[in-house]
């Protein structure tokens, strides 16, 4: 019993931390942020989210390991 809760608890967390999030744009336009540790994972998981998109903005803050690309399906 302990084992499946505990399994269903660590399941709870990453299913509300996703790689992968809609965003609104200030005019209303929905865009996809893509976060990821190498700039390379996030072009192959924007290639595989939206196969023709457009990149928006890419970003690395310095000292943060997260990668992150806004793209706009087509």
Same mark, same amino acid.
């Given at each position: 019993?302990?084992?499946?809760? /505990?399994?269903?608890? #660590?399941?709870? #967390?990453? $299913?509300?931390?996703?790689? *992968?999030?809609?965003?609104?744009?200030?005019?209303?336009?929905?865009? #996809? @942020?893509?976060? %990821?540790?190498?700039?390379?994972? %996030?072009? &192959? &998981? $924007?290639?595989?989210? %939206?196969? +023709? +998109? &457009?990149?928006? *903005? $890419?970003?690395? $803050?310095?000292?943060?390991?997260? @990668? /992150?690309?806004? #793209?706009?399906?087509?």
């Amino acid at each position: 019993m302990r084992n499946r809760l /505990t399994f269903l608890f #660590i399941f709870s #967390i990453f $299913a509300c931390t996703s790689p *992968n999030r809609k965003v609104i744009g200030p005019d209303g336009t929905e865009y #996809i @942020k893509i976060e %990821c540790v190498e700039l390379d994972d %996030c072009y &192959r &998981r $924007a290639d595989e989210k %939206c196969p +023709h +998109h &457009r990149q928006v *903005n $890419a970003s690395s $803050a310095s000292g943060e390991s997260l @990668k /992150t690309i806004l #793209i706009q399906c087509e």
